[in-house]
């Protein structure tokens, strides 16, 4: 009894958390949605590039992206190669369903300096091939009006699968003068990050959800395993439940913080015509991260003499950081600006903004609309 409430609640938090989302994308203003493409190309290259091995920090990921030192300092024994991911990764979301993934993909993958792989093609090649797997595993999902049966056919599937099941636990045992000692021998891993960059698509497609984004946490190792124990079924569905609203609660604290910006855009450029541009540029950085001056004539498809300006124009707005790395100079935004208005006391009212007001409505039509056809689904 206790898990299947614990298992009610953990949809019920999905739920909402899916309609929520569904609901800010479809009413947020149009400019946000680069800003939040921005930033989901970057989590999800760096996800899949840390599921496959690669250790490094996020300020490295911005140097070994625009080309200034190698991504990890020790060699991996089977990660693949991670130029080779990333503009695999990069092509593939440039086949999106959300127009604004597609054209974030397309400018992000010109900017892409990283360092060449010594064997990019075989990369390549079995990058492509996790991919296309994915692909084929969430196309044999039977379609259902809310994602929970499907997300456990999937788990089921990931455990039968050859690519994407982990490893099993393999030990050697050496000696060590005299001296016996057991060692665990590294695991090829699982490239999870390919199903997924693929669920949304799935989402899409049944209605559950109007944008197909990259779901990066979806599909946990605990989430694996726990799909695999067959004598609780309500445990695995309830850690299946738990990841898909951790991530889209994740999500829609994207879609948040890209409000903000746009909100910050607001108060201080829009009255300047001039500095249209110098918007888009902020948008960009807010989103991705540092990028050189090239990578940025790249996106934006500018001038050096335009970069320069939009550049100059963040500057004299307080919001440019830059940071110079073997000579090349990494351009971002300020981080951690002080909040517009200062925040209520406890006894003070709580006042909802008209906008506010109309995203939490339209994200309870959203999740009634949802439930309402997961109801007439039961009655069949």
């Keep these: 009894m ?34 939040l493409a921005a930033r989901l190309i970057r989590e999800t290259l760096i996800s899949a590039l840390r599921q496959e091995g690669h250790l490094f920090t996020d300020a490295r990921f911005h140097a070994w992206y625009a080309g200034l030192i190698p991504l990890s300092d020790e060699p991996l024994q089977f990660a693949l190669a991670p130029r080779a991911l990333a503009t695999t990764l990069l092509a593939e979301m440039t086949r999106s369903r959300w127009v604004p993934l597609i054209d974030a993909a397309l400018g992000l993958e010109k900017a892409c300096l ?19 797997e994915a692909a084929a595993l969430i196309t044999a999902l039977e379609p259902a009006p809310l994602p929970f049966s499907a997300l456990a056919a999937l788990h089921r599937a990931i455990g039968q699968s050859p690519r994407f099941a982990p490893a099993e636990r393999a030990t050697e045992t050496i000696t060590l003068a005299t001296r016996q000692v057991v060692i665990e021998r590294p695991r090829p891993p699982s490239p999870r990050w390919a199903i997924e960059c693929a669920f949304g698509a799935y989402l899409q497609a049944t209605g559950a ?3 197909a984004l990259p779901l990066n946490g979806l599909i946990r190792l605990d989430t694996v395993r726990a799909a695999e124990v067959d004598d609780n079924p309500a445990h695995a569905a309830i850690v299946h439940a738990e990841a898909l609203r ?32 110098a918007q888009q540029l902020y948008g960009l950085l807010s989103g991705f991260g540092p990028l050189r001056s090239s990578q940025i004539e790249a996106v934006l498809g500018a001038t050096r003499l335009g970069v320069r300006t939009m550049l100059a124009a963040l500057a004299d707005g307080g919001d440019l950081a830059v940071e110079t790395l073997s000579g090349v100079k990494l351009y971002s935004v300020m981080r951690g600006r002080p909040a517009v208005a200062p925040t209520p006391l406890a006894d003070d009212p709580v006042r909802f903004s008209s906008e506010a007001i109309e995203d939490y409505d339209a ?3 959203r999740i009634d609309a949802l439930l309402a056809r997961y109801d007439d689904r039961s009655d069949d």
Excluded: M
Excluded at 22 to 29: I, S
Excluded at 114 to 130: G, K, N, Q
Excluded at 254 to 277: C, F, G, I, M, P
């Design 363 to 365: 994200a309870l039509a």
């Design 209 to 211: 959800h109007s944008a």
């Design 114 to 132: 990283a360092l060449r792989d010594p064997d990019s093609a075989a990369a390549v090649e079995t990058a492509r091939a996790a991919i296309d």
């Design 2 to 35: 206790a898990d299947l409430e614990a298992l009610g609640t953990a949809q019920a938090q999905a739920a909402f958390a899916l309609g929520g989302l569904d609901a800010a994308l479809t009413w947020c203003p149009s400019d946000i949605h680069p800003i």
């Design 246 to 277: 951790d991530v889209l609660n994740h999500l829609n604290r994207l879609v948040a913080e890209a409000r903000d910006t746009r909100q910050h855009l607001a108060e201080r450029y829009r009255a300047k015509r001039t500095n249209s541009r």
